[in-house]
């Protein structure tokens, strides 16, 4: 007797296998058909939605190729003060939630002064673009003055935070 029957013999000594119902082997073979038939039908397609998808990209690469020089930096130049308009907005609304049980004076005093350090931002990187000519220079000392600015923000959060607050 082979290993593999004695194995099977084993096993059906010590466990009680239900039998299959009538025509589990015709319903089998039925399914295995169709999902051969379905993969065939992918497998066809395929290439063709790979075509495509290339196509796609070589032509959005083509138009990305033709911008000229002069909007692409405009565009690098708005999206830096996008995102750190974005993140310092978002710091200073971080600063507003958890200043909202300091006494009003105070609270008002505070908020003028993050609105400044907003503003002030801005404005220097509006200076910045209007007075530089290398285009390189003004992403770099935008981003410094940007980043010089969040850091404040940063600090005075970490400053005003509750103790028992935790910041993700």
């Known amino acids: 007797m082979k290993e593999a029957d004695k194995i099977k013999s084993a096993i059906e000594d010590r466990?009680?296998?239900p039998p299959l119902p009538e025509g589990h082997e015709a319903?089998?073979?039925h399914r295995l058909q169709r999902s051969k038939r379905e993969n065939?039908?992918?497998s066809l397609w395929l290439p063709f939605a790979a075509f495509a998808a290339a196509a796609s990209l070589l032509f959005a690469l083509f138009l990305w190729q033709g911008k000229s020089g002069a909007n692409d930096t405009i565009d690098?130049?708005?999206m830096v003060k996008?995102?750190?308009a974005s993140l310092i907005w978002e710091e200073s609304e971080y600063?507003?939630?958890i200043t909202e049980r300091m006494s009003p004076r105070d609270r008002e005093n505070l908020l003028a002064e993050v609105k400044y350090i907003?503003?002030?931002a801005d404005s220097i990187a509006d200076n910045?673009?209007?007075s530089l000519c290398d285009d390189d220079e003004k992403i770099h000392y935008m981003i410094v003055v940007y980043s010089s600015h969040l850091n404040s923000l940063k600090k005075l959060s970490a400053y005003l935070q509750p103790p028992t607050e935790k910041r993700y």
């Open 40 to 42: 065939r039908r992918r």
């Open 82 to 84: 996008g995102y750190y």
């Open 76 to 78: 690098t130049l708005s």
């Open 95 to 97: 600063i507003e939630r």
């Open 27 to 29: 319903r089998f073979a």
């Open 118 to 120: 907003k503003q002030e």
């Open 15 to 17: 466990w009680c296998v």
């Open 128 to 130: 910045i673009i209007e």
